[in-house]
């Protein structure tokens, strides 16, 4: 049996949704009330990663003039190592090409080293460190960036099964 994959926008009645995932992926979720504020900021992308029926991810950012800012990224706990957060990446960069920005930046746990290989998969580089920037546990924030290309790069199409 064939199941397709999109990834498609993310709407504000779909924020429950997201708030679960995050609740079962980070040690320290956002809470409802910070992800619908920055879901309704007017120069936001908001990305659902569907299979068939079921959000499996998601990637929330903001546009701030010619750089996009990744403020989140998530794949469900049991769907994570199947390329999913690959897709949700590749699309979201994508999207902020299409948008006109010319970098991408974030922060990312020091710890969290599964985060840390995609984005150096995807030419990430490090560009400083904020001290104590996480909370429970305190831990320090590398600030990850990369330029974007003047156009989205071609991509395949796959079918998932």
């Known amino acids: 049996m064939t199941t397709t994959a999109g990834v498609l926008n993310l709407s504000s009645a779909e924020i429950q949704r997201v708030l679960e995932i995050e609740e079962r992926t980070f040690p320290h979720p956002w809470t409802l009330a910070d992800l619908e504020w920055l879901s309704q900021e007017k120069q936001s992308l908001k990305l659902g990663l569907w299979q068939g029926e079921n959000l499996v991810g998601y990637v929330i950012g903001t546009i701030e003039e010619s750089v996009f800012h990744l403020a989140n990224l998530a794949v469900d706990v049991p769907c994570q190592r199947q390329g999913w957060g690959s897709r949700l990446l590749r699309t979201v960069l994508d999207r902020a090409t299409e948008l006109k920005c010319r970098s991408c930046r974030l922060e990312v746990r ?8 995609l984005y150096q998969k995807f030419g990430f580089a490090v560009d400083g460190v904020r001290r104590r920037f996480y909370t429970k546990p305190v831990e320090d924030a590398w600030l990850l960036s990369r ?12 079918v998932y099964g």
């Open 110 to 117: 020091h710890s969290n080293m599964a985060a840390l290989h």
């Open 147 to 158: 330029p974007l290309p003047a156009e989205p790069e071609p991509q395949p199409i796959v």
